[in-house]
């Protein structure tokens, strides 16, 4: 599916007291449902990217990573702590700014990001399997039954689901009662460094203008305190959630 649709151009988002962003309010109101969607900011995209790097000695595709997601910059900063994103059209991996990425769900069965969803389990069980000696080999549907269990019992506590949350568990999912290799993986790792250099993906993705930096929360995705009683204009500061 083209992602050309003259529709989505913009999208309104706010940081939730999960300190995960979600969107307000959108431009495409006819294929897009805002109740509970979710958004993907820079910080958080960087840590999937790391975890995707890391299976790419297994078979990843990384330019699955590209059609599965919307990207969205910072355009300004509104009344009540919200930021409206502005619509581009750059590479997740290889953009010179940081961009939010919105999962491509407007199929959920069979579009770009259920692919993208597909392959990555795959590649993680196909990682499973190699660095941990199981009396069988572990398969794709064990892993999405134990996955699926844990949507639904999030679902009945009325947890909301986040694309961030969906991705990393499959990125990280380990079999309850096993544990991978440490001393393995890193050779693993090593090895794949060998065979190619991501030292220019990995200096295109930490690179983030200052305006970018003050906007999205810290490493552990909360507002310093600083930040929350001094609001300045959108050249500074993070959205003031009090308003």
Known sequence: MKKTGPSLDWCIVRLGKDEKWWIDSISDKEN?????????????FLYINE???SMTEFGLDSQLVDEAFFTFEIAEELEGGLIKLLRVRDSLLKAEDMLFALPDVLDEEKGPYADFLNHIS???VSMLNELIEFNEPYTQEEMEEVLAEKENNDFLEAK??????ELISILEFVPEGFAIDSDLEEDVE???EKVEDYSDLETDLVEVSEKEEKLLPDEDLKWEEEEREETTPYEGGAPDESK
């Open 32 to 44: 897009w449902d805002t109740d509970d969607l979710g958004i993907i900011d820079p910080k958080q």
């Open 122 to 124: 795959k590649v993680r």
């Open 160 to 165: 909301r689901s986040h694309f961030s949350e």
């Open 190 to 192: 090593k090895s794949a």
């Open 51 to 53: 975890l995707i790097d």
